[in-house]
């Protein structure tokens, strides 16, 4: 199995354990606070992964430039707004609708890559992310009523739009942090995908720490306390945060982010398992016909690409 297939699988299992943690945070420090935490608090990891690598495996420090400081500032960015669109959608009755949407990232990704950076797809690849996407929006609206006009009327939707809007820049945060982290290999004497990664995440979670808690300062401030008072939880949640992001961009590097993302929609399954198992939740043939496809997708994009 390629390294980036196995990577991607680890990033997935980490980032389900970091939504489940700010889950549990969003009840008590609102939606901006449990944001923060995921970038703040994530900091001292990500500077120890790149001093891990640097200082003990003698990896390279690549030099800066102009075209890295572009795309990261963008996907940086683009990150924050993505994340902002979803959590409004918990705001929204039709929230799974607008949720499945946003799980149209792959396929946006694979688009923006294509004009971003040239890269293209075959369409055996382009015909397994579909197939696990559509797994993906098949769970997420399986405890839904589905009928033909429900769902036409739930494409012009404004949770729909919101979704969709999401995914988008999702998809565009992706490939910039591609182009990003593969900026900085010229600069390197034997490019690495590991040290590239390690750079590109510390520079990205500085940023976005300071977007955050210069918002928080100025737009909700009474949050400060209770971000200090979460520290114990908040530090776990930067830890695997960090951890999960260090994987994504590592794989990334290696792959085109449309593929990379689409692998990522195990994630799913993991949630799922956690749904059906730990929290002993009923499930409906869609949601099963809905993993079905996942795995068939992934299966289909690791033997396709």
């Given amino acids: 199995m390629e390294t980036w297939v196995l990577i991607t699988i680890s990033a997935a299992f980490l980032q389900n354990i970091r939504s489940t943690l700010q889950k549990h945070l969003k009840d008590k420090l609102g939606t901006s606070g449990a944001t923060f935490v995921r970038f703040g608090f994530g900091i001292p990891f990500a500077l120890a992964f790149l001093a891990l690598f640097t200082y003990f495996g003698s990896y390279q420090l690549p030099s800066l430039n102009a075209e890295f ?22 705001s ?4 799974a609708v607008g949720s499945a949407y946003s799980r149209t990232e792959p396929m946006q990704a694979a688009l923006f890559g294509l004009i971003f950076l040239s890269e293209k797809v075959s369409f055996a690849v382009l015909g397994a992310i579909a197939i696990s996407v559509f797994g993906v929006m098949l769970i997420s609206v399986a405890r839904t009523e589905i009928t033909p006009r429900s769902l036409v009327i739930s494409i012009f939707s404004k949770t729909s739009l919101i979704g969709l809007s999401s995914g988008t820049i ?5 490939v910039a942090y591609r182009a990003a982290s593969l900026s900085l290999a010229p600069s390197l004497d034997e490019p690495n995908f590991i040290i590239q990664a390690a750079v590109t995440l510390s520079v ?3 940023l976005q720490s300071v977007i955050m808690i210069t918002w928080i300062y ?9 971000i200090r008072a979460a520290w114990k939880i908040s530090l776990i949640v930067g830890f695997v ?11 990334m590097t290696l792959q085109q982010a449309a593929v990379v993302k689409a692998l990522a929609q195990i994630e799913m399954i993991f949630a799922f398992i956690s749904s059906a198992f730990i929290f002993k939740e009923k499930i409906n043939r869609y949601e099963i016909a809905g993993c079905a496809l996942i795995v068939c997708g992934i299966l289909a994009l690791i033997f396709g690409s």
Avoid: T
């Fill in 69 to 90: 400081a572009f795309w990261v500032v963008i996907a940086a960015i683009a990150q924050i707004i993505a994340q902002a669109l979803l959590v409004h959608m918990f």
């Fill in 92 to 95: 929204f009755r039709n929230f």
């Fill in 170 to 174: 999702f998809g565009v945060a992706a």
């Fill in 204 to 206: 990205a979670i500085i």
């Fill in 218 to 226: 100025f737009k909700d401030r009474e949050q400060l306390p209770k």
């Fill in 241 to 251: 945060g960090a951890s999960a992001s260090f994987g994504w961009f590592m794989a």
